[in-house]
């Protein structure tokens, strides 16, 4: 163990480099706990990060990525360190999240950021990373119960209860008040997901209308929405609202209400932010939208775990506020948006796992 001591000594040892020097001396690599590190920090420090996403086929997840490695860069420009980070896109199943959380411990990274495919899933996948020592970041939706080193999430609650307010004015302007809405839905496995239901219902119900049918997503992309859409609409003549929980939801409904020439009879918001969700609000065809920042959840997720591995003390939770865009303010937000909720350029890459 002194040989293994005397390289910790020098300096900062990557845990990969570490879980290396260990099984050559014949110690089993959980047995080392490299949660936090002390000491003033070295240039030539060399972290690996594995960022385990639901899927990148969402815009939401691929823009959080984007932040994660642009805060990386910005901190390995101001103290020379290494950072690598590897997204593993788990394709929206909970057996592949977890198997890229056991491919990504036997890489050795250093820490992992978990987006988990839902909140019930996400536990096994905190105590494999215990059993082997790697500390957890969660990057929104959130876990039942586990242990993790900080927890990033939205506003939920509280944007969707803004996005449905604009939501009953709209309808009441429009002649439309005490009318049926209809929503599409992200998992209700998961703790966001539960969380946007419950502020958008507030919402409704305090506006004196219902919400009569809603359709949970399975894939995330705007073909299932459309789709789904297209159902909700013949089955429910009468509805005069629409509400979905995120971008390929917006997209895909959007086109069945066109598609179903009630465009003039449906009233839209929506949670959620993307270029085309934006360009919609523009044309006037979606009235509100509250949008999520995950570039700026992705940096503060990267900067709370960097702090982490170097021993700083970190917050538990940081809650990001939600971005209420309409059509009266979308204009002067778009530079904003451009910098925390999608990014215009960047180096964000692909999945390599």
Same mark, same amino acid.
């Given at each position: 163990m002194d040989k293994l001591a005397s390289v910790l000594h020098k300096g900062r040892l990557s845990r990969r480099d570490a879980l290396k020097g260990a099984a050559a001396l014949g110690f089993a690599g959980s047995a080392l706990s490299f949660a936090g590190h002390s000491g003033a920090l070295a240039e030539g420090e060399d972290y690996q990060i594995a960022y385990l996403t639901p899927g990148l086929n969402a815009p939401f997840w691929k823009y959080l990525s984007d932040g994660i490695k642009q805060q990386a860069a910005k901190d390995s420009a101001a103290t020379g360190a290494k950072i690598t980070v590897t997204d593993y896109d788990s394709r929206n199943s909970a057996g592949t999240q977890l198997q890229n959380a056991q491919d990504a411990i036997t890489a050795g990274v250093d820490l992992i950021v978990l987006s988990p495919t839902d909140s019930s899933s996400a536990p096994t996948v905190l105590e494999l990373a215990a059993e082997n020592n790697v500390p957890v970041i969660i990057a929104d939706i959130g876990t039942d119960e586990g242990d993790y080193v900080s927890f990033v999430i939205s506003s939920n609650e509280t944007g969707a209860y803004d996005a449905g307010k604009v939501l009953m004015e709209k309808m009441k302007a429009d002649g439309f008040a005490g009318a049926d809405v209809l929503m599409i839905t992200i998992s209700q496995a998961r703790l966001n997901g539960q969380n946007r239901t419950k502020g958008i219902t507030r919402a409704?119900?305090?506006?004196? !209308?219902?919400?009569?049918?809603?359709?949970?997503?399975? %894939?995330?992309? /705007?073909?299932?929405?459309?789709?789904?859409? !297209?159902?909700?609409?013949?089955?429910? #003549?009468?509805?005069?609202?629409f509400f979905s929980q995120h971008d390929e939801a917006t997209l895909g409904a959007w086109?069945? +209400?066109?598609? !179903? =020439? /009630?465009? %003039?009879?449906? $009233?839209?918001?929506?949670? %959620?932010? !993307? #270029?085309?969700?934006v360009e919609l609000i523009k044309q006037g065809k979606v009235a509100a939208a509250s949008m999520q920042q995950p570039v700026l959840m992705g940096r503060i997720s990267m900067e $709370? =775990?960097?702090?982490?591995? /170097? =021993?700083?003390? $970190? *917050?538990?939770?940081?809650?990001? #506020?939600? +971005?209420? $865009?309409?059509?009266?303010?979308?204009? %002067?937000? *778009?530079?904003?948006l451009a910098d925390t909720v999608f990014p215009v350029t960047g180096d964000a890459g692909t999945p390599t796992a």
């Open positions: 409704v119900e305090e506006g004196g !209308s219902k919400i009569v049918q809603f359709l949970q997503s399975e %894939d995330y992309t /705007r073909v299932e929405a459309q789709a789904q859409a !297209s159902d909700l609409l013949s089955a429910n #003549p009468d509805a005069h609202g086109a069945a +209400i066109e598609e !179903s =020439g /009630r465009a %003039d009879q449906i $009233v839209f918001t929506a949670f %959620d932010g !993307s #270029p085309e969700t $709370v =775990g960097l702090k982490h591995l /170097r =021993g700083e003390e $970190v *917050e538990k939770e940081t809650e990001v #506020p939600t +971005i209420l $865009v309409t059509t009266e303010n979308v204009n %002067d937000l *778009e530079a904003q």
